[in-house]
């Protein structure tokens, strides 16, 4: 009955669901069926979908609609998948007439079993749940090629109170090392692998009951076709001696941490239950950079959680002076359902909120062009990452650019292949890019 049927694919939310749609597609590609991105040609439609916050949720629902369209077309089955079926099936199947399967989190292997069966009883099913939460191989890269992420824990234990991610994903879960060694190995020759989880740093307490975060690390590197490790999502209570030690003297590893930490004021860590304070956080990025004096950290913050005081968001301003971190995001807290944080006093004002997150930014934008603007007139190496053919240049990053994430460096030269790195100089800078050409471009 699914003979010759073809399926078009959308990933909505992070960088980790993206590795599932990948593994996804890589089912479906197994199976022998093609994939179009021209959704008009599909049959059959899947939304991976997120609901880590309003914003996402309502961003799921109107592409739903969108494809439900299509349905005046080729399109014969709409699938959604992932975050928002898994923790909001019941609204969703009342309400969302269009959608002929549901698939939680760990279902993806039930695809098919879950369409025979919407095809042959003409009815709508719902699956969630019916998964056994089997690891898959075979993945689709839909990042550039010499990009690829690995993705090796699903699940949280921080409880911070305003996130649903342990509502939607569980319990922290550590993949086997055996496994993500062997799914790094068959992605072939990538320039950069990017280590992503909700929490990467507790890697392994969960299934060895140790941390093996620094062994999965070491592993890694040894994977001759793997030419450089970035860090995601380190939980700044959990970054160890033995893990700084291993980034300063790993030469594969990207000398770059992502470090959420969400606030800087230790009354309001506490309410959002972070483990973390202002104190600690300085004292980190000091040893950090003694230890590792080129490093780069990045990380995010959340202003207007309720009764942040109009002092605190100030002194998270001086905060951000004081840390120079050289990359962050900034978001305004929102009102989850199902949260400690959404029943707490003090909830403010969606435009003191907004407010606030602008000014972080604006603070944020002068740490970060000071230093850019300190790299002009120097020579960095850069990964190109392709074409931008709107600035009529190649485009790539430097060791302290995450992909998607963090700025990105524009240079001229002569050719340049994607994957490869080149030697760049910089002659101009902005708040966030950079823009340079190689030594023989004139």
């Known amino acids: 009955m699914l003979s010759k049927k073809v399926f078009g694919v959308i990933s909505l939310g992070c960088d980790k669901n993206r590795v599932d749609t990948e593994k996804l597609i890589g089912l479906i590609k197994k199976k022998g069926y093609v994939t179009t991105d021209d959704l008009s040609q599909a049959q059959i439609v899947i939304v991976n979908t997120c609901a880590f916050l309003q914003s996402a949720r309502a961003e799921a629902i109107d592409t739903l609609l969108e494809c439900a369209e299509y349905k005046n077309k080729k399109l014969e089955k709409l699938i959604v998948t992932g975050c928002l079926p898994q923790k909001f099936i019941d609204e969703l199947y009342g309400t969302l007439q269009e959608v002929d399967v549901f698939l939680g989190i760990t279902d993806y292997e039930k695809i098919f079993e879950a369409l025979e069966m919407s095809y042959r009883k003409g009815e709508r099913q719902n699956y969630v749940g019916k998964g056994n939460d089997g690891y898959l191989f075979d993945r689709v890269l839909t990042t550039d090629e010499h990009v690829a992420h690995l993705k090796i824990a699903d699940g949280c234990y921080n409880h911070c109170t305003y996130c649903l991610i342990p509502k939607i994903r569980g319990k922290y879960r550590s993949y086997p090392m055996e496994n993500l ?13 990017v280590i992503v989880a909700q929490d990467t740093t507790r890697y392994g307490e969960d299934l060895y009951g140790e941390n093996r975060f620094v062994s999965l690390l070491q592993q890694l590197s040894k994977l001759e076709n793997i030419q450089t490790i970035r860090l995601l999502y380190c939980y700044p209570d959990v970054i160890s001696d033995s893990l700084i030690e291993e980034i300063a003297r790993n030469d594969k590893i990207v000398k770059y941490l992502d470090i959420p930490l969400q606030h800087s004021e230790n009354r309001v860590l506490k309410l959002m239950n972070r483990k973390g304070t202002r104190e600690g ?7 950090l950079r003694e230890k590792i004096p080129s490093i780069a950290i990045r990380s995010t913050f959340i202003s207007g959680f309720p009764s942040e005081t109009e002092a605190e968001f100030e002194n998270m301003k001086a905060f951000l002076q004081e840390a120079k971190l050289l990359n962050c995001g900034f978001f ?9 944080a959404a029943k707490m006093k003090g909830q403010i004002h969606h435009a003191t ?4 997150v602008k000014a972080l930014y604006q603070t944020q934008e002068q740490i970060s062009a000071q230093f850019l603007s300190s790299l002009i007139g120097r020579e960095i190496e850069v990964l190109c990452d392709g074409i931008d053919y709107e600035k009529g240049c190649f485009v790539g990053r430097a060791y302290f650019n995450a992909p998607d994430i963090d700025g990105k460096v524009y240079f001229n030269a002569y050719e340049a292949m994607q994957g490869e790195r080149y030697k760049v100089k910089i002659v101009s800078a902005d708040s966030y890019d950079l823009y340079g050409k190689t030594e023989d471009y004139e």
Do not use: H, N, V
């Not at 060694?181 to 692998?193: F, H, P, Q, S, T």
């Open 353 to 356: 909120k907004q407010r606030r």
């Open 181 to 193: 060694l062997r799914e790094a190995e068959e992605l072939g020759e990538i320039a950069e692998l």
């Open 332 to 340: 305004a807290y929102s009102k989850e359902p199902d949260t400690a």
């Open 281 to 287: 956080y300085l004292a980190l990025f000091k040893k």
